[in-house]
């Protein structure tokens, strides 16, 4: 009893987010998932919250970080220095220059477009360079998980992937919610028809880890459309 008093008042104190939820989630999938020699891809790395768990996991693996934000990139390098690959990149479905909407006050909203955020925010347009996941990763031996944070433009980051994501096969985890990727005119039935056509089933988070059934398509627009979740997981159908 004292411990549940413990745990429900740590609850009251510290509200467990959605975020906080799908961090948990993710963790779990990972260790799921990933094997001793396994590669990870970190598309949006930020600080490398995500990347820390798969370096502890597959230890013997190759690992990939992208990273837009030239500061972040930089402190990346240095903490991961010799322990995997670290790009001053935005993964997109083209490589080239484009403007990026940094937010200053909230790094981790940004994002190649300006998308709607909780509260005003102070953002900074800046200069970054693009690339695909196919010209950086069509070559390598093995891409066993894929995780996809960049506010909206995860349907660009995907279509740059499709020969990797026919190659490879990769579990997929990726990020996609209301006031982010329809700032990129993108829906959620063009993402379930990405991955129908790709041979893929989706998830919740949740249910992956619960061995529920995939989700059928209008009950992934439901969800979409009522913002219930905003994480998701891609695999392929065996």
Excluded at 37 to 57: P, W
Aim: charged content about 30%; glycine content about 6%; overall charge neutral.
């Amino acid at each position: 009893m004292v411990l549940d008093f413990i745990k429900n008042t740590i609850k009251k104190t510290f509200p467990f987010t959605h975020n906080m939820r799908y961090d948990v989630q993710t963790f779990k999938i990972m260790k799921i998932v990933l094997e001793n020699e396994s590669t990870f891809i970190d598309v949006g790395c930020h600080k490398g919250e995500v990347l820390d768990q798969a370096l502890k996991l597959s230890p013997m693996g190759s690992h990939f970080a992208y990273e837009p934000i030239p500061y972040l990139y930089d402190e990346l390098k240095v903490k991961y220095k010799d322990k995997c690959v670290v790009k001053n990149f935005a993964i997109s479905d083209n490589s080239g220059n484009s403007d990026f909407h940094h937010v200053v006050s909230n790094p981790a909203y940004s994002g190649i477009k300006k998308r709607s955020y909780p509260k005003e925010e102070k953002i900074s347009k800046i200069k970054i360079k693009t690339t695909t996941l196919d010209d950086q990763l069509i070559n390598e031996n093995r891409v066993d998980l894929i995780k996809i944070d960049v506010e909206g433009g995860e349907f660009g980051v995907l279509k740059g992937a499709e020969k990797v994501i026919e190659k490879f096969h990769p579990v997929i985890i990726f990020e996609h919610g209301l006031g982010a990727s329809d700032y990129y005119n993108t829906s959620s039935e063009d993402i379930f028809d990405f991955f129908e056509n790709s041979k893929y089933s989706l998830f919740t988070l949740k249910g992956f880890i619960g061995e529920s059934s995939p989700l059928q398509k209008d009950k992934f627009n439901d969800l979409y459309n009522r913002n219930k979740e905003y994480y998701f997981l891609a695999m392929f159908k065996v």
